[in-house]
């Protein structure tokens, strides 16, 4: 590892930013929009903060997970309709890796963003989503 005595701040969002949020009316609309600007605010300010905050030594990334394998998500799984597997089906439908993130998987992204080995790294916003924004 390098000698680097840099900081580096990181955000995270959900990896739903990409993608529209749906043409619906009344209150669930409002709230998918709602939670889109929030993400975009966060991908947005993470390429601003890198440029102006870079002369001082200063990286700013941000990570962008698909639905990850906690223990929310497993008790959510567990009320779908044929359980996990078909709630895993369901949720990875429109990823090239068909399978759910589990917390490593974004540990390691942010690991690897917040280190010395990213010591050249800034304005990063990484999706960590098993390939759902390459479709």
């Known amino acids: 590892m390098s000698s680097h005595s840099g900081v580096s701040r990181m955000s995270c969002s959900s990896r739903q930013r990409t993608r529209s949020p749906h043409r619906s009316s009344g209150r669930s609309a409002r709230r998918c929009w709602t939670a889109a600007d929030t993400r975009s605010g966060v991908h ?3 390429k601003q903060d890198a440029a102006s905050y870079g002369r ?3 990286r700013v990334n941000s990570v962008h997970p698909s639905t990850v394998l906690t223990p929310l998500v497993e008790g959510i799984a567990a009320e779908f309709p044929g359980g996990l597997p078909a709630y895993e089906t369901y949720m990875t439908g429109n990823q090239s890796l068909r399978r759910l993130g ?3 998987d974004v540990a390691y992204g942010v690991l690897y963003l917040a280190s010395d080995e990213a010591s050249w790294v800034t304005g990063v916003n990484l999706p960590i989503d098993g390939g759902y924004t390459a479709r």
Request: no cysteine; glycine share 22%.
């Open 56 to 58: 001082y030594g200063i």
């Open 44 to 46: 947005g300010s993470s």
């Open 102 to 104: 589990r917390p490593v």
